[in-house]
């Protein structure tokens, strides 16, 4: 199996569904010429033509307000966010119309609208430019959150969430784009909502996605040191969120921590800190705790922004509070 990174399996799912698929098409800021901000698009623009790869002008609102009504016409429309926090300009077409349609038309209308966008901190990009937003957009019912880790779920869950009736937010990590890892050539798809465990355990659980895989990864190898085996379950998805993997994980492990980049007031591993707490608590030998980023705007200083993003040794202390 070829070893590719990220930012080669998302190029090659757009390829793919762009050659399937002629009602597909690819619009954005540089997302053409410039072959986008992190080079995702790459060879699109030669390869389509400029009727299906579409530079747009910097205006959030208008891109996704005009992908919204394509979608609702019958094309299948891949906006590109140059970073998520600009997402937050066209949050009324994304949260106000978008998410809502289907359902204020009584199911007559889908909306069939992919947002890919990169989020994540790491690269001193300032306060504007490194959030980590999927919580919000978890709020929103009617999106679809998809938040893959490694380059095989970045290929097989952009081609699903190209596919999918429903608008879906695709948050790609910015510190991600040259992971490298085996990813399938040709079709390969996942669906989406379900959880994948990256690292088998039996003494706790640690919930996590998006580059937090590998800090737990890496916490995980660590705290194996001292006999405690952590289990690492990626979700992949926040809607649909596999409650299920989460809850079949802690009941054999007894023990849960979640784990996030986003601020961790509002975060989502609360809501997955609460269900656990609802639907598994006789099974806990302990509480579920949480770790989340600092509750503040992202520094640009390296070792603010560093100390404001969950770390592998910060996971570790926090599972040592559970034994």
Known sequence: ????????????????????????????????????????????????????????????????????????TGLRPIVELMTINFSIVALDQIMNHAAVARYMFGGQVAVPLTI???????????????????????????????????????????KSAIRSQDPVMFIEHEGLYAVKGEVPAG???????????????????????????????????????????????DLRALNPLDMKAVLDSVRKTRRAVTVEESWLTGGWGGEIAARIMEEAFDDLDAPVLRVGGADVPMPYNKALEKAAIPDAAQVAARVRELF
């Open 187 to 233: 079709e390969y798809t996942i669906p989406l909502g379900r959880a994948d465990i990256k690292r088998e355990g039996r003494d706790l659980t640690l919930v996590t996605l998006s580059r937090m895989v590998y800090v737990c990864l890496e916490a995980a190898e660590e705290l194996a040191k001292e006999g405690i085996e952590v289990e690492v379950l």
């Open 1 to 72: 199996m070829p070893e590719i990174t990220c930012r080669e399996a998302l190029n090659q799912a757009l390829h793919e569904e762009m050659e399937r698929d002629e009602t597909v098409f690819v619009l954005g800021e540089d997302v053409g010429l410039y072959e986008g901000s992190f080079k995702v698009t790459k060879g699109l623009l030669a390869k389509f033509g400029d009727k299906r790869v579409i530079d747009t002008p910097i205006s959030e609102a208008g891109i996704v307000g005009m992908a919204c009504g394509a979608a609702m």
């Open 116 to 158: 890919r966008t990169p989020g994540g901190a790491g690269h001193q990009l300032g306060a504007q430019h490194s959030h980590s937003l999927e919580a919000l957009f978890l709020h929103c019912p009617g999106l679809r959150v998809i938040v893959p880790s490694v380059p095989a779920d970045a290929k097989g869950l952009l």
